[in-house]
């Protein structure tokens, strides 16, 4: 019988140096695992505010681990040809045979540790794949956190013009208001309140408001509880607060109680006390959260 001679890429790559191979696979496998965890790391980095040093750095090791460790696999863990076997005859023998079997057992195993490799793989990938719908969320403007709900007034506060300088008791006429801040936070939105004086004596909105309102001051958020909108316009004759935004009313004697509009609920007060030197204090921060409806999750 002629010989022939067979080309053709070899089905069974020889392992016949499998520990070398299984250290192969396992660096692989750690160099998928270095790069989620750089990814990881990354995607932190990025949601705590970014270090373009840092995130530089992982994005490197985050592609560089998937880069090497598919080049490896493809180098060290895949068979490469071609390979030329001469053999007289087409039918298989007894030997070889059996020497197939054998090898298909032991492939077997090493298609399980490819499965493994297949969805560290697949693990990296898709947690680089998640990290770029961060840039996304980021754009959609900073986590709110406390800010909407909390504001500076504390017990004590100087109660503080626009320009700084404090309040006293002498600075508004019956009929005034003025927009004032807690001292140090000047302009702070959230801290906005409206100051009116309806009258010289002391003022009672609600019980439980005896000490409120010193020397006919009161004190309300400017935050509108409808939509936000800064409520400012004092009308003295009615005594009532104006938000321009949708023309809610709020009845200032009553705790800025809405009357008219869309609001569905006061204004909250602060509680307001005058020092030895005759300068307006806040007693407390407010006793209720301040604002629309979903700032409502605190106190002020
Ligand atoms: S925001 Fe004040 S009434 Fe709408």
């Not at 407390?284 to 002020?300: A, D, L, Q, V, Y």
Request: hydrophobic fraction near 40%; charge should be neutral; glycine fraction near 14%.
């Amino acid at each position: 019988m002629s010989e022939i001679e067979q080309t053709s890429r070899s089905s069974t790559y020889d392992y016949s140096s499998m520990t070398g191979g299984r250290t192969m696979e396992t660096f692989i496998g750690a160099l998928f695992g270095v790069s989620l965890l750089a990814t990881v790391g990354l995607g932190v980095t990025f949601w705590l505010g970014g270090q373009p040093q840092i995130e530089g750095a992982l994005l490197f090791v985050a592609l560089a681990g998937i880069g090497v460790g598919v080049v490896a696999w493809g180098k060290y863990l895949t068979p490469h040809g071609p390979f030329v076997q001469e053999r007289e005859e087409l039918k298989s023998s007894d030997v070889d045979r059996d020497a197939f079997y054998k090898s298909l057992e032991r492939g077997t195993k090493v298609l399980g540790r490819r499965s493994f490799l297949g969805k560290m793989l697949g693990v990296s990938l898709g947690a680089f794949g998640i990290l770029q719908l961060f840039p996304f969320l980021r754009s959609l403007g900073p986590v709110p956190g406390k800010s909407l709900y909390v504001t500076d007034w504390k017990n004590g506060s100087q109660v503080t013009k626009v320009d700084g300088s404090p309040v006293t008791v002498n600075d508004l006429e019956v009929g005034g208001a003025m927009t004032v801040f807690p001292e140090g936070f000047i302009g702070n939105a959230v801290d906005q309140v409206i100051l009116v004086r309806p009258s010289n004596f002391n003022l009672v909105t609600r019980p439980g408001r005896e000490t409120w309102g010193p020397q006919g001051y009161l004190a309300f958020s400017k935050v509108c509880t409808h939509a936000g909108c800064p409520v400012g316009l004092y009308q003295e004759l009615t005594q009532q607060l104006l938000c321009p935004c949708h023309q809610s009313l709020f009845d200032v004697l009553t705790g800025a109680t809405p009357v008219f509009g869309p609001a569905p609920r006061p204004l909250p007060q602060l509680p307001l006390s005058v020092d030895t030197n005759g300068v307006l204090r806040s007693q407390s921060g407010f006793n209720e959260p301040i604002g629309p409806g979903f700032w409502e999750r605190g106190n002020g």
